[in-house]
């Protein structure tokens, strides 16, 4: 027929969904199948994701679908599973915010500095990248029994086909890839000890993945064979693919439980610069660097939405929204905020350390949370920009927090640039452009993205005032 159908399986650290979308010639629909919540579990061992709920969501969301051509999964970064011999799961994948990383960096430093590692990898300096997450594993009676490593899509994939790979694009988040060849850095991998058999053969986005198994077909009711293909794996790539820029002069802020700002780049920056600005350099689809930076994100409100006993967000933002702006502001950008609990007080803490107005009610954090939110956007495009020394005109914003309409505004404003928002389900939607595109419905990168102009209908953000305020702002919280 005219019109393919795909099947999205977005799993984000709130939720996870699938989406089906319907691709034809100047077509482009997204609607959702299911959406289930992603609740990690905090078990004596640690913090763990609960991935057989994620798995039994994505199977409930593939009945919901119908049919489909085809289904991909993408999901946040660097976490994985650990197989057995016998390709059986080892445990319940270990979460990003767990803290069996803390200093394990300093010591993988000792054997490969920073510098080298940054060189080489192009990653910035996280906790969790997945390098740092096996130094924490060694030693461990899981590890030992450890015979493949399965990034969180790729076990999903593994789960519903049987076959196993490693999708390119979130193996970039592990640390050993080096972002000019696009294939493993045997040398990092080398000094550190890491036995690269661990990983499955790589695989990039629009390969085949397999086919959902006799036993997936029955659970889910759906007819085969039905193809699986491999999509930009990592939700960042996906969402970036999925930004509706007209040329190459944009920034993008992929904001969700994180806030992913930055740049679509042809080549990496691996300088000295560079990496002391802690910017990254993930793959993207069909060789593009996705050069950015993490900033806290949604999270920060998130856990304190939860810490408040979950009041309605919109009337939290409408009064949020009242109150003055930048009174006070926290560095959005601090690994401290990484760990779960007591939000509002580690909050209030940093505005107290840096001798500012301690906000107090609900809509006063918020306040300082958005106000915050926007100060490290600004940071990340400006240096951006001026690192890769690649100028933009315009700042699309992407995912959950587009439906945040004072984000949008104060990141305008911060910016001094427009904002345009939207599609809120990017990484839904970059999925289902791949699979359409292996499936012959649309061109290069390119043509997807004029597809999503013609058909998604963002919102714009003029800045309004001048940027001077966010100046003295932004020096305030670097001379703290
Ligand atoms: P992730 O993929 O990381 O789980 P999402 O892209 O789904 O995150 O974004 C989730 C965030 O979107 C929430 O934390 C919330 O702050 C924001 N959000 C969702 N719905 C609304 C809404 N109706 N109004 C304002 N913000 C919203
Ligand atoms: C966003 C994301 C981000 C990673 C983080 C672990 O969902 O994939 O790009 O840094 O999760």
Same mark, same amino acid.
């Given at each position: 027929?005219?019109?393919?159908?795909?099947?999205?399986?977005? +799993? /984000?650290?709130?939720?996870?969904? *699938?989406?089906?979308?319907?691709?034809?010639?100047? =077509?482009?629909? &997204?609607? $959702?199948?299911?959406?289930?919540?992603?609740?990690?579990?905090?078990?004596?061992?640690?913090?763990?994701?609960?991935?057989?709920?994620?798995?039994?969501?994505?199977?409930?969301?593939?009945?919901?679908?119908?049919?489909?051509?085809?289904?991909?999964?993408?999901?946040?970064?660097?976490?994985?599973?650990?197989?057995?011999?016998?390709?059986?799961?080892?445990?319940?994948?270990?979460?990003?915010?767990?803290?069996?990383?803390?200093?394990?960096?300093?010591? *993988?430093?000792?054997?490969?500095?920073?510098?080298?590692?940054?060189?080489?990898?192009?990653?910035?300096?996280?906790? #969790?990248?997945?390098?740092?997450? %096996?130094?924490?594993?060694?030693?461990?009676?899981?590890?030992?029994?450890?015979?493949?490593? %399965? @990034?969180?899509?790729?076990?999903?994939?593994?789960?519903?086909? /049987?076959?196993?790979?490693?999708?390119?694009?979130?193996?970039?988040? !592990?640390? +050993?890839?080096?972002?000019? !060849? /696009?294939?493993?850095?045997?040398?990092?991998?080398?000094?550190?000890?890491?036995?690269?058999?661990?990983?499955?053969?790589?695989?990039?986005?629009?390969?085949?993945?397999?086919?959902?198994?006799?036993?997936?077909? $029955?659970?889910?009711?759906?007819?085969?064979? *039905?193809?699986?293909?491999?999509?930009?794996?990592?939700?960042?790539?996906?969402?970036?693919?999925?930004?509706?820029?007209?040329?190459?002069?944009?920034?993008?802020?992929?904001?969700?439980?994180?806030?992913?700002? /930055?740049?679509?780049?042809?080549?990496?920056?691996?300088?000295?610069?560079? =990496?002391?600005?802690? #910017?990254?350099?993930?793959?993207? @689809?069909?060789?593009?660097?996705?050069? &950015?930076?993490?900033?806290?994100?949604?999270?920060?409100?998130? $856990?304190?939405?939860?810490?408040?006993?979950?009041?309605? %967000?919109?009337?939290?933002?409408?009064?949020?929204?009242?109150?003055?702006?930048?009174?006070?502001?926290?560095?959005?950008?601090?690994?401290?905020?990484?760990?779960?609990?007591?939000?509002?007080?580690?909050?209030?803490?940093?505005?107290?350390?840096?001798?500012?107005?301690?906000?107090?009610?609900?809509?006063?954090?918020?306040?300082?949370? @958005?106000?915050?939110?926007?100060?490290?956007?600004?940071?990340?495009?400006?240096?951006?920009?001026?690192?890769?020394?690649?100028? *933009?005109?315009?700042?699309?914003?992407?995912?959950?927090? !587009?439906?945040?309409?004072?984000?949008?505004? %104060?990141?305008?404003?911060?910016?001094?640039?427009?904002?345009?928002?939207?599609?809120?389900?990017?990484?839904?939607?970059?999925?289902?452009?791949?699979?359409?595109?292996?499936?012959?419905?649309?061109?290069?990168?390119?043509?997807?993205?004029?597809?999503?102009?013609?058909?998604?209908?963002?919102?714009?953000?003029?800045?309004?005032?001048?940027?001077?305020?966010?100046?003295?702002? $932004?020096?305030?919280?670097?001379? =703290?």
């Amino acid at each position: 027929g005219d019109v393919g159908s795909y099947a999205a399986v977005d +799993l /984000g650290a709130s939720s996870g969904r *699938v989406m089906v979308g319907r691709v034809g010639p100047d =077509r482009l629909e &997204l609607t $959702e199948a299911h959406r289930f919540p992603n609740r990690p579990v905090r078990t004596p061992d640690g913090l763990r994701w609960d991935v057989l709920a994620l798995y039994a969501g994505v199977l409930d969301g593939l009945r919901s679908a119908g049919p489909v051509d085809s289904v991909g999964v993408d999901s946040w970064a660097v976490d994985h599973g650990l197989l057995d011999a016998d390709g059986a799961l080892l445990g319940n994948p270990v979460h990003y915010r767990d803290a069996r990383t803390e200093g394990v960096a300093e010591r *993988v430093w000792a054997t490969l500095p920073a510098e080298e590692l940054y060189a080489a990898t192009g990653l910035q300096y996280a906790p #969790f990248n997945t390098l740092y997450q %096996l130094a924490a594993a060694r030693g461990t009676a899981q590890f030992a029994a450890a015979r493949r490593l %399965l @990034l969180i899509p790729d076990l999903l994939t593994y789960w519903l086909t /049987g076959e196993q790979g490693t999708e390119l694009t979130n193996a970039s988040t !592990t640390q +050993l890839i080096d972002p000019r !060849t /696009g294939d493993w850095s045997h040398e990092v991998a080398g000094r550190l000890g890491i036995d690269l058999g661990l990983f499955a053969p790589l695989r990039r986005p629009g390969d085949p993945a397999g086919v959902l198994r006799p036993e997936v077909l $029955e659970e889910t009711g759906l007819t085969g064979p *039905v193809p699986v293909t491999t999509v930009g794996s990592h939700d960042t790539a996906s969402a970036v693919a999925a930004v509706p820029a007209a040329d190459e002069r944009f920034a993008y802020i992929c904001t969700g439980t994180w806030s992913l700002a /930055g740049l679509e780049l042809t080549a990496p920056v691996l300088t000295e610069e560079s =990496r002391a600005a802690n #910017f990254t350099n993930e793959l993207g @689809l069909d060789g593009t660097v996705r050069y &950015l930076r993490n900033i806290m994100g949604l999270w920060l409100l998130q $856990e304190c939405v939860r810490a408040w006993g979950d009041p309605d %967000l919109g009337a939290l933002l409408a009064e949020a929204a009242r109150v003055p702006a930048l009174r006070s502001v926290v560095d959005a950008g601090d690994p401290a905020f990484l760990a779960p609990g007591r939000m509002p007080e580690r909050i209030a803490e940093a505005c107290r350390a840096s001798g500012q107005p301690v906000p107090g009610t609900p809509a006063e954090v918020t306040r300082c949370i @958005l106000d915050s939110l926007a100060l490290a956007h600004r940071g990340a495009v400006a240096d951006a920009q001026r690192l890769a020394g690649h100028p *933009v005109d315009v700042v699309h914003v992407v995912g959950g927090g !587009t439906r945040n309409a004072l984000l949008c505004q %104060l990141t305008a404003d911060a910016c001094g640039l427009p904002v345009v928002a939207g599609p809120t389900e990017a990484a839904a939607l970059g999925n289902v452009l791949v699979q359409a595109r292996a499936h012959g419905r649309v061109g290069d990168l390119g043509g997807m993205r004029r597809l999503l102009a013609r058909t998604q209908s963002p919102t714009r953000y003029e800045p309004r005032g001048d940027t001077a305020r966010w100046r003295a702002a $932004e020096t305030r919280l670097a001379d =703290r």
